[in-house]
């Protein structure tokens, strides 16, 4: 079969390897749609402490059944799949939070991926919804902010503002407005911030020519935002999110900032802060993501570029050129 290999920084082809395996208990499936991430990204340029090469990326994923194996899904069915792996004995997993396993395993950084032709998978780890492929392939990386959503506590009464309209961000735009709350999308990007509207966010802010705390400050009576994500990874938005939030506000951390982070940090306790990061995503919240995708909840058209499975060495050297071009590249394997 096909497969696309990282072999070292900025060394990625398109090469033909064996084909799998089904062991007991695991399915084969036809891979169809594989979404790449700012953690591919990062491995192509060298930067992805965790990735060891040669490595098949991809853990973004819509596949179809061709062999159930243990699954009591029928052969054709469409798919996605959780691609966690939990050790079941660290502390994260004895507190039921197998997302931030301490030896955790992802496709496509510490084990192969699904960016090939073929995969198997373990048969508990595969979900369905009757989506479309695109939808699909876009549920587990909404989940990673929709679960930055869960872990800030957001409900209908609360105003959420979230740094960052790119792939993750915009998944916490669109669990948090489908949680029916008040949400503020904030990016450079006008582009991007359009796309949050089309997800749900109420109020838009374009930071390089927006003032934050007064456009905030006016739209919450003068207290800041109840809840502020950050999904950017910036030393400069790290600190904004403390700033701006409200008195006994949360503050979700799913970005990892580049470079130390220099805090004036009796902002944390005159205000009482819960500050708190997110990891990954727990099988609530890809529930949650499919019934927000049934209900057609999020622009799925708007926020992908779609290539095929050739192209993939030259469009992540355009992503690597342009970072801000691209919200969410999808490569067909069809």
Request: net charge negative; with cysteine; hydrophobic share 40%.
């Amino acid at each position: 079969m096909k497969a696309v290999i990282m072999h070292g920084p900025g060394d990625v082809r398109v090469e033909t390897v064996p084909d799998p395996a089904p062991q007991p208990g695991e399915a084969l499936l036809r891979v169809r749609r594989v979404g790449l991430c700012g953690t591919d990204l990062s491995s192509w340029r060298g930067r992805n402490p965790l990735v060891s090469y040669p490595r098949i990326p991809g853990h973004e994923i819509a596949a179809t059944i061709v062999d159930p194996g243990s699954s009591n899904l029928a052969p054709g069915t469409h798919v996605t799949l959780s691609p966690y792996a939990n050790c079941g004995h660290c502390s994260a997993c004895r507190n039921g939070r197998p997302n931030a396993c301490r030896d955790n395993r992802t496709l496509g950084v510490q084990r192969d991926g699904a960016l090939a032709e073929f995969l198997t998978s373990p048969a508990e780890k595969l979900l369905t919804g009757n989506l479309q492929l695109e939808e699909l392939c876009l549920v587990e990386p909404l989940t990673v902010g929709a679960h930055a959503v869960a872990r800030g506590q957001v409900t209908d009464k609360d105003t959420v503002a979230i740094f960052g309209s790119g792939g993750v961000g915009l998944g916490a735009v669109a669990a948090s407005a489908f949680r029916g709350a008040t949400t503020i999308a904030i990016d450079i990007d006008d582009a991007k911030l359009a796309i949050a509207r089309e997800a749900g966010a109420t109020h838009l802010l374009n930071s390089t020519r927006d003032n934050l705390l007064e456009a905030l400050a006016g739209w919450t009576s003068g207290h800041g935002p109840d809840v502020v994500i950050e999904a950017v990874g910036s030393p400069d938005t790290f600190r904004a999110a403390v700033e701006l939030v409200s008195f006994t506000g949360r503050v979700v951390y799913i970005g990892y900032a580049k470079e130390p982070v220099t805090y004036e940090t009796r902002l944390f306790v005159q205000k009482e802060l819960t500050i708190t990061g997110a990891r990954n995503a727990l099988p609530a919240d890809f529930e949650q993501v499919i019934r927000m995708l049934q209900q057609h909840r999020f622009p799925v058209a708007r926020a992908i570029t779609t290539v095929p499975m050739d192209q993939t060495p030259d469009i992540l050297r355009s992503w690597n050129d342009d970072p801000a071009r691209f919200t969410r590249i999808m490569i067909n394997l069809d």
